[in-house]
C-alpha cells in the first residue's frame, strides 16, 4: 500500500445545493444577456386570471416560454396572437424552481409588413363573417346636418382642411374631440371618442352631432395601424351616428373603412362629403321655383283651353229654354177657360149649400154652441186661475234664479274667461310677430350673403367700362375708361368723369 493514495478525479470539484446552482444560472442568463430582442412566431397565448400574460416563441426547431406581468400588459403595443410573427423585447430570466429559462417580454412589435398585412387580412375575414361588412348596416348620411363631430389630432393640417372646407361649401356646428392618431393611444382614444359622442343626448346641452368623421393625414402602414385594430372597427360599427371615414390618402385602406357609413379618400373629401354647397343648393331652388312657376302656368293655360273647348261642346241657351216655353204657351192658353169652368163648378155647389140653410136651423145651432160656449167659459176660469198661478210659481222661481249677485258672479267669471283668452291671443300674436321678425331677418342675412357686396368685402372687384361689365381682356384694352368698384368704393382709370352707372350684380367671371 502507498503511504499517498492517488487522488479520485474530481474529489475537489466544490459541491452546490440544487437551489444555489438555479441561482447561479439565473444570475449567469440575466447578468449575460440582459435586454434582448428575439423574433419568432407566437404559439399558446394564455391571459391568466390573474390578469399576468403567457405566451411562446417559435421558429422551425425551438421553442421559447415568455411571460409579461400584469402591470407591464398595457405597455405592450401590441397583444400577441397566434400565429402571429413578432419582434419581442424583454428581459432573459430563469426559473429555478422549473429549470426553466424563459422571456420577461415588455414590448412586442408586428416583425415586417407582410406580417402587418397577414393580420390586417385576417382581421378583415373575422370581422366580414360577423355582416360588419355588408352594406345593408350601414345608414345614409344626413343631406344637411346641423352639427358635425370630427375625430381626430387637434394639430396638423387635416382639422384645418376639414374646417376650412365646411366653411367654404357650407358652414356647420363642428364639434372637434381631440385624439391620438398613431401610436398605442390612438386605437382605445379613437373608440372612446366615437363611443362619447354616441352617448351625448339629442337636444342637451352639449348638442349631439348629427354626422361624424373620423380623419387622419397619411402615412405608413405602421402609422395607420390604429385604425386597424378590432376595437375601432367595433367601435364605429356600433355607432347610431352615420360615420365618415377619412384615414390616410386615397390609396391607404384601413379597417375603419369597410365598417363605416361611407369611406372618403381625404380628409378634404369627407367635408366635401358631408355638406352641399349652399350656393348651389340656393341656385336649385330658384331653378326649382321657376319651373314650378312655368309648370303652373302651363297648366292654367292648358285647363282654360279645356275649359273653353268643354264650353264649345254645350247647347245654345235658347236651345235650353225653347221646349219650357212652348210648354208655358200651352199652358197659358188652357189656363183662362179652367178658370172659368172652375168658378163655375164653386157656384153650382154654394147654391146647394146654401138651400138647406134656414133660420131655424140656425137659430138651434147658435143655441147649441151657446150653450157649449157658456159650459167652457164656466171650466175656463179655474183652469186659467191655475195656469196663472203656476206661471207665477215659475216666474218666482226664475227671478230667485236671476239675483243681482248671482248676475254679478257670472259677469265675473265670464269676465275672467274674457281676460284669459285675451292674454293668451296676445302671447300667441307677440310670438307670430317674433317668428315673422326673426325669418325677416334670416332671409336679409341671407340676401347680404347671396349679394356680390359679400364677395367684394374678400378682396375680388367688379370692373366696368362704358357702364357695362368687363369680363375679358380684349373687351378691357378697348374700353376709353375703366371703372373698379372695390368694397371701399369705386376708382375710376383714364378717359373723363362719366355719370355714375345704375349698379348692377356681376356676371360670372368679373370679379377678381
Not at 272 to 284: D, G, N, S
Amino acid at each position: 500500500m502507498d503511504l499517498l493514495d492517488d487522488p479520485v478525479p474530481g474529489s475537489n470539484t466544490p459541491e452546490f445545493s440544487v437551489s444555489e446552482i438555479a441561482g447561479r444560472v439565473k444570475k449567469l442568463i440575466e447578468g449575460e444577456l440582459g435586454w434582448v430582442r428575439i423574433k419568432g412566431e407566437v404559439g399558446r397565448v394564455v391571459l391568466a386570471r390573474s390578469g399576468h400574460l403567457y405566451f411562446d416563441l417559435k421558429d422551425e426547431r425551438n421553442v421559447l416560454s415568455c411571460m409579461t406581468w400584469k402591470g407591464q400588459v398595457p405597455e405592450l403595443g401590441t397583444m400577441p396572437e397566434e400565429g402571429m410573427e413578432v419582434v419581442a423585447e424583454g428581459r432573459m430570466t430563469a426559473s429555478g424552481f422549473q429549470s426553466k429559462f424563459s422571456l420577461n417580454a415588455q414590448r412586442i412589435a408586428i416583425a415586417g409588413e407582410g406580417a402587418l398585412m397577414a393580420l390586417l387580412e385576417k382581421r378583415k375575414k373575422a370581422l366580414a363573417a360577423e355582416g360588419l361588412f355588408d352594406a345593408e348596416r350601414k345608414k345614409p348620411l344626413p343631406y344637411l346636418p346641423e352639427v358635425i363631430g370630427v375625430v381626430t389630432s387637434p394639430q396638423g393640417a387635416v382639422i384645418r382642411d376639414i374646417l376650412h372646407r365646411l366653411r367654404d361649401r357650407f358652414p356647420r356646428k363642428v364639434l372637434i374631440w381631440p385624439v391620438a392618431v398613431q401610436g398605442a393611444a390612438c386605437a382605445p382614444e379613437v373608440a372612446r371618442a366615437i363611443a362619447g359622442f354616441n352617448a351625448l343626448t339629442p337636444g342637451g346641452a352639449m348638442p349631439r352631432p348629427d354626422l361624424l368623421i373620423v380623419a387622419r393625414g397619411g402615412g405608413s402602414v405602421e402609422d395607420l395601424w390604429g385604425f386597424n385594430e378590432e376595437v375601432v372597427a367595433r367601435a364605429a360599427a356600433a355607432s347610431d351616428i352615420p360615420l365618415i371615414s377619412a384615414v390616410g390618402h386615397e390609396t391607404d385602406t384601413t379597417l375603419i373603412d369597410f365598417v363605416s357609413d361611407q369611406r372618403a379618400p381625404t380628409p378634404t373629401a369627407a367635408a366635401e362629403i358631408a355638406v352641399p354647397v349652399r350656393h348651389e343648393l340656393a341656385a336649385w331652388v330658384e331653378q326649382a321655383g321657376g319651373r314650378m312657376a312655368a309648370s303652373l302656368s302651363t297648366s292654367l293655360v292648358r285647363r282654360t283651353q279645356r275649359l273653353r273647348d268643354l264650353a264649345r261642346a254645350l247647347p245654345r241657351p235658347d236651345a235650353l229654354v225653347e221646349g219650357p216655353r212652348q210648354r208655358l204657351d200651352v199652358l197659358g192658353d188652357r189656363l183662362g177657360p179652367a178658370l172659368i169652368a172652375g168658378v163655375q163648378r164653386r157656384r153650382v155647389r154654394l147654391s146647394d149649400v146654401s138651400g138647406t140653410l134656414r133660420p131655424a136651423v140656425l137659430t138651434r145651432q147658435m143655441r147649441s154652441e151657446q150653450q157649449r160656449l157658456n159650459t167652457m167659459s164656466d171650466r175656463l176660469s179655474p183652469a186659467l186661475a191655475r195656469i196663472a198661478a203656476r206661471r207665477r210659481e215659475q216666474l218666482e222661481a226664475r227671478v230667485a234664479r236671476f239675483a243681482p249677485r248671482l248676475l254679478i258672479q257670472d259677469t265675473d267669471q265670464a269676465r275672467a274667461r274674457f281676460d284669459a283668452v285675451r292674454g293668451r291671443l296676445q302671447a300667441i300674436g307677440t310670438h307670430q310677430i317674433e317668428q315673422l321678425r326673426a325669418r325677416l331677418d334670416a332671409m336679409d342675412r341671407l340676401r347680404e350673403t347671396l349679394s356680390y357686396k359679400a364677395t367684394l368685402a374678400r378682396g375680388y372687384a367688379v370692373v366696368r367700362g362704358g357702364g357695362e361689365i368687363v369680363t375679358t381682356r380684349a373687351t378691357a384694352e378697348t374700353a376709353t375708361a375703366l371703372e373698379i368698384e372695390f368694397a371701399d368704393g369705386r376708382l375710376k382709370l383714364g378717359g373723363t368723369t362719366q355719370p355714375k352707372a345704375k349698379s348692377k350684380p356681376p356676371e360670372q367671371g368679373s370679379l377678381f
